[in-house]
């Protein structure tokens, strides 16, 4: 579970910035939900055989000796919380989430016990429409943070009803083919068949690329939705790739999955996945409303940030106060209000350390700022401040303190 350090989350807020203004075009709103949720709740939403359940939650009994859990993913909880508050009934609704989820997995690069998705889910939206508007939302995420090596793949998991037959097929094939299963294979075989087909054993890969397909077995409803999601990501230019391995970990998809993935980042390639979850609300006990929705991995997102070189995504110009003197000290402070009142998006930064005017000046150096301002006993005396531009190394010109805002306001373009 590391530690987030000043100088990374001066990236991670910028993504966080630009990733929130495109959901809120798109009309999703904002939804917290706890850290803590009841362990029957993923249980009964994700699936009691499933890894995440099985071997990934961190449970634990409180002291009613009631099982919790922290949060392994966010959609249980907002559909638990739309439930619970009413959010469902005759309305459609857009939410998003951003916030950390754990699971006990063996940590690595892009893989931690404690990591970072931002969320969106939709409710009450039967067509394709929505699967696709939520594939040109993250399309749009991408375009806009610089990422261009990344690649959409989908997959249709039909209805419950078309899924149930389907795992009947893959139980009666697999079980053929039983002794060129592996141990985890072999434990999935009755109660969870599909997650075999997602099994990374290479040894395995020409018995799972043989399998029946779920394409094959798709009922009318299904697979009209999966061919017109297809035809309008084609009309808005999304590239996209049939996966019929694709069937995400969870049990509570439906219909449409899909996932972006990245040979940037090695082992760890998806960088979001989702699906719908038409039958989720009604299995916590709600109304049957549709549902869809997906995730994005934080840490792999800044990480592909970095290496398309767009680092810079937060603009807030920096200033920083040299004062040498208890009246310059006094002063800056002053200074610095009138300046925070101004400009809302400046970061400004005060001396508080005495020293030179050497020693201040490799401060503000070092603290990557844009401008410099310069007070001493003699600006005091004479009513001038100092102004250095600093990334350009600047000449230091002088000008009287009621012209400062006017001359920062022409420097950053405000």
């Not at 997995?105 to 889910?121: C, D, I």
């Not at 079980?175 to 141990?183: G, N, P, T, V, Y």
Request: glycine share 8%; proline share 2%.
């Amino acid at each position: 579970m590391p530690t987030l350090l000043p100088a990374e989350l001066k990236l991670w807020q910028s993504v966080e910035s630009e990733i929130k203004k495109i959901l809120s075009s798109y009309a999703y709103q904002e939804i917290r939900t706890p850290l803590l949720e009841r362990t029957e709740l993923f249980q009964r939403t994700i699936g009691e055989q499933t890894d995440v359940v099985s071997k990934e939650m961190y449970s634990f009994l409180d002291r009613k000796d009631q099982s919790l859990s922290l949060r392994p993913e966010a959609t249980a909880g907002v559909v638990r919380a739309g439930i619970e508050h009413g959010l469902f009934y005759n309305q459609t609704q857009k939410f998003w989430s951003m916030g950390p989820m754990y699971r006990y997995e063996r940590p690595q690069k892009g893989r931690y016990r404690q990591f970072h998705q931002v969320n969106m889910e939709a409710f009450g939206f039967e067509g394709p429409g929505i699967d696709a508007e939520l594939m040109i939302l993250t399309s749009r995420i991408w375009k806009n943070l610089g990422i261009d090596a990344i690649q959409l793949e989908l997959n249709s998991l039909g209805t419950s009803e078309s899924r149930k037959n389907y795992r009947a097929t893959l139980i009666e094939y697999f079980k053929d083919h039983i002794d060129s299963l592996d141990e985890d294979s072999l434990l999935r075989l009755e109660k969870n068949p599909m997650r075999i087909l997602d099994s990374k054993n290479q040894e395995m890969s020409e018995l799972i690329d043989s399998a029946p397909k779920m394409n094959d077995h798709l009922d009318q409803e299904s697979k009209d939705h999966f061919d017109d999601l297809l035809e309008r990501l084609d009309s808005h230019g999304i590239n996209h790739k049939l996966n019929h391995r694709l069937v995400r970990g969870l049990d509570y998809y439906t219909k449409t999955v899909f996932e972006w993935t990245t040979d940037k980042l090695g082992a760890q390639a998806t960088v979001c996945g989702g699906g719908r979850y038409d039958d989720l609300v009604k299995q916590l006990g709600g109304k049957d409303v549709f549902g869809i929705g997906c995730a994005i991995g934080f840490e792999r997102l800044v990480e592909l940030v970095e290496l398309s070189g767009k680092k810079d995504q937060n603009g807030q110009p920096k200033i920083y106060l040299v004062a040498v003197g208890d009246q310059a000290e006094a002063k800056s402070s002053e200074l610095a209000e009138l300046i925070r009142d101004r400009f809302e998006d400046c970061v400004v930064e005060l001396n508080q350390d005495g020293g030179s005017f050497k020693q201040q000046f490799k401060r503000a150096d070092r603290s990557e700022s844009d401008i410099a301002l310069i007070l001493g006993d003699e600006e005091i005396e004479n009513e001038t401040i100092g102004i250095k531009t600093m990334r350009e190394d600047g000449e230091q010109e002088t000008i009287s303190q009621h012209k400062l805002l006017d001359s920062i306001a022409e420097k950053i373009g405000a």
